[in-house]
């Protein structure tokens, strides 16, 4: 690539400002380090007013991100607008004028990402997507080169700021969900339409990335398991403390021999292990090699400037792996192209976890043991066991279990058989456990 690298950046909000920040405050850094002068040469914003307000004079503005992608100076297109419709029309516009294309959009590469790897494949261009997932945390990278050497045997991840924030928030100062979203809106954290964070759609497009880069298989959004956190109660989060566990929203996804497993919800993850201690709205991934064992990778999941690290870290691969020949370069999944396969995805009844349940029950001599026959009756253990009196209704009780490790199926029939005494009051509230020391 020649000396001075024309960037052509579309979206200029948070990650957009911040990438133009990062780009221009450490630029004698980036040159000592690529011998290159990187820098922002075209913008494309709908809002120009404040694109001029962000960038420099001599920086070239388009309100029609297209007229950019068709810019003969540019040598990289970063794309920062999100979505997957225009942003898709542009990416692959840009990827066919032979352009290399860096962007933050997870949505994008979890949905389209197969097509888009293959179309500049063959275009001989590169595209890269390391903030897409756990923001300023180089995860793509770490795997994909750092522990190139293993086989990765599982990745669990907090990887959506938002929900980390409100479970902190739940926890710490006994929050209902409602509050702490509002609180999260109010401070900026979550969106005002929180959705995709709230209900696990976010992380469900990370984890995608994380597992084709981990395993080696497709990228493939719809074998993602969702749940999300809107129907988490409180209550739950103060048991599972009394029992040393913390409520975590964990992507995970874990490869075995025949089948590959890929869920996000909900779990219980034992508070001495560093992962149950990232609060606020902080990311962290932990990936187990089946040399290294297990490695955790924690930072800032969002954000401008820590977002724009790794947009401008992509920038800067690119810049260095552009001159080599494409069959020679870093695989941009981790794997050349004809190794990739697919593989059995397991469905959520195939998985096998501990449980956390609690029941809300009549408090009727005999109950215990009527609980317990069930669980003996399907060869399950169970591992904990208190009981609250609940505060409404001194006739009621919540019992609280924890069992062994058990397939989801048969967890679901004990539920259905324990729901169908007389004594329940609710349905039962159902969350996984995860002792991530595997
Ligand atoms: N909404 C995302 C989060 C932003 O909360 O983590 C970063 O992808």
Redesign the pocket.
Known sequence: MKNKVNIGLIGIGTVGGGTYKVLHDNAEEITRKTGKQVSISHVADMNVELAKKVVSDDTKIFSDAFQLVDDDTIDIIVELIGGTTVSKDLVVRAIKNGKHVVTAN?ALIAIHGEELVALAKSNNVILAFEASVA?GIPIIKAIREGLVGNKIEWVAGII???TNYILTEMRENRLSFQTALKQAQELGFAEADPTF?IEGI?AAHKLTILASVSFGIPINFDAVYIEGISSLDSIDIGYAEELGYRIKLLAITKCHEDAVELRVHPTLVPEKRLVANVNG?M?AVLVKGNMVGPTLYYGA??GSEATASSVVADIIDIIRQSEINSEERVPVLGFKPEHIKPKRLLNINEVISEYYLRMTMSNMTGLLARITSIFAKHSISIDAMTQKEVEENAKDVDIILITSPVIEEVMNKIINEIESLPENKNKIIKIRIESLNK
Request: charge should be negative; aromatic fraction near 0%; avoid cysteine.
């Open positions: 997870k923001g959506n700021g938002t964070d976010d709205p990311n999941g969002a």
